[in-house]
């Protein structure tokens, strides 16, 4: 080994606190250690690494002895083992995170402690090292992180509102479209008792009931429109999409997706009412069309009457007894015509007429 004086020492010449020989009781105890076990001099190279590298790095101890240790760390990492160094002497640094080169050029992330330098019974100070590879823990954790990301943009590029609620309608997540859509923010929906307090009474329980059936069914679960309170104390209708998972806790949870229909819903009553306009026009067209014929048939009966009763009138005498009540009959006979113009009118076939009539003549002319 390369000593930092420039000589060559043995394993047998590196006594720990000039007690412990490192071809003995020391390397023994080392050589079953599961973490990476380096010793390096003052000028960084390495004079002993224990055989747990091999697994981390594939590389051989012994292609490992006499090279520099930084050189097998990344370029963007080297600082930190520079800021372990100036940081004096420590009995055990704090845990530190960097990558070191694998014999196949890929990197591995490792776990490191830096040890206090320790002076050799020669005078020679020398450092140990203590790593464990945690490529498994980071990748895994940059994938959670990777996914949490792609949640997120998920939630804040979707035009619907993503919340997650348990069984009792408490909020535990929601996007902040929850102000834009009900007026309500994440905190005062959770202050007024959750989701259910903002449902209106005649739709919770039929909520409440499709959500035990996503417990149930384990599947996704489609709600019927429902109407929600508005912080302006209006209600908007909503639907969506509920699914239940465990927590790792064990506390079943529901991711919902809900989206404000209240325009489509409005769009569809006022659909249904011109529908129901469009139908009552309809049907007053054709009550319209038959008035006009049986006003058209009325008046061809009384023409016929009218005129026998003109023409009888005109052939009586002045003092006949008789003369009254083909009068009468005259006047039915035209204040029928007067109402078969009205119908007329009304079936848009003839214009309306309007007069003041004085009731009192009308009871004279009601038979007695």
């Known amino acids: 080994m390369m000593a930092s004086g420039g000589g060559v020492k043995s394993f047998g010449e590196l006594n720990w606190f000039g007690s412990i020989d490192l071809d003995g009781e ?79 050029g890929t990197w591995a992330w490792v776990e490191t402690a830096l040890g206090k330098p320790v002076e050799m019974a020669d005078g020679s100070i020398y450092r140990i ?93 489609n709600h019927e429109p429902y109407r929600v309170r508005h912080r302006d104390g209006s209600w908007r209708w909503l639907s969506g999409r509920s699914i239940s998972y465990q927590t790792f806790d064990g506390e079943t949870r529901f991711l919902n997706v809900i989206r ?46 009218l005129g026998e009763a003109n023409l009888a009138l005109a052939d009586l005498p002045e003092g006949s007894p008789v003369r009254g009540r083909l009068e009468r009959i005259a006047r039915s006979a035209r204040r029928a015509a007067d109402l078969t113009k009205q119908m007329l009118a009304y079936a848009g076939a003839d214009a309306v007429e309007k007069e003041i009539l004085e009731l009192s003549s009308l009871m004279d002319e009601v038979p007695q």
């Open 129 to 221: 090292t203590y790593a464990r590879d945690v490529s498994d823990l980071v990748e895994a954790g940059a994938r959670i992180r990777e996914s949490e990301e792609r949640y997120r943009m998920v939630v804040e590029t979707s035009s619907e509102m993503i919340n997650e609620s348990d069984l009792e309608g408490n909020l535990h997540f929601s996007d902040d479209k929850n102000g834009a859509l009900l007026g309500h923010t994440y905190e005062e929906i959770r202050e007024q008792g959750g989701g259910y307090a903002l449902v209106h009474p005649d739709d919770a329980e039929r909520i409440r009931s499709s959500f035990r059936t996503a417990v149930r069914t384990q599947t996704v679960v």
């Open 26 to 104: 020391m390397r023994q105890f080392l050589e079953h250690v599961r973490a990476v076990v380096t010793l390096m001099d003052e000028d960084g190279r390495i004079v002993y690494v224990n055989s747990s590298v091999l697994p981390v790095s594939g590389f051989e101890p012994s292609e490992l002895i006499g090279m520099q240790g930084v050189d097998l760390i990344h370029p963007d990492d080297r600082k930190i083992i520079e800021e372990l160094r100036a940081s004096g002497p420590v009995d055990l640094s704090p845990n530190h995170l960097y990558r070191t080169r694998r014999k196949d």
């Open 260 to 305: 404000d229909i209240t325009k489509r819903i409005e769009h569809e009553r006022a659909q249904r009412e011109f529908v129901q306009r469009t139908e009552q026009a309809r049907r007053l067209e054709s009550l319209g069309v038959l008035a006009g014929g049986i006003a058209h048939d009325f008046s061809n009966l009384l023409t016929p009457i």
